[in-house]
């Protein structure tokens, strides 16, 4: 039995990535997923970290993510994988990577290390960033926990980062122009998938 394979969905807060990943793990019969909060510990640590009555300093908030991403890939990820499923998950390593390290300026080879130990090594073979003007996202921004109220300079360093990221790994990466409706997000989504798909056989 082959492997299945790992999509990641990324992208700043209201990039429509949770909505998309959704669409595209049911099309492909795939695992549905999400960070913070794919197990019942991730739960737990989603409601601490983005609770905007708590203070977390920053390396506490990066090993909070990295502690849930341990428990996401032990118990849903690695054994769907296994199966030869395919997985889709909202947010992975290269959320840590953008809003802890670019976002929060935290050393990002040290969160790449983090990220790794605490998955065995199990990365995505495939990233999808929903690229959004940060005035659309905030259009849309309907909450406002922690992450959210971090601020407009901490938002534009996030999403800079995300195209840093996808610029340094051009064949793991697709960039997706997040603006317009559900379907025709999801027809670029589709679409970008695919030739991927394509490119890999």
Sequence with gaps: MSRGRLIAFEGGEASGKSTQAARLAAERRAVLTREPGGTALGGAIRRLVLDPAVSVSPWAEALLMAADRAQHVAEVIAPALARGDD???????????????????????????????ATGGVDADLVVLLDVPPAVAAARLEGRDRMEAAGAEFHARVSEGYRALAADDPDRWVVVDGEGSVDEVAARVRDAVDKWLASQS
Excluded: E, F, M, N
Excluded at 95 to 115: C, M, N, P, T, V
């Design 87 to 117: 997985v889709v998950t909202d947010r992975y390593i290269p959320s840590s990577l953008a809003y802890q390290g670019y976002g929060r300026g935290l050393d990002k080879s040290a969160l790449h290390r983090i990220s790794a130990w």
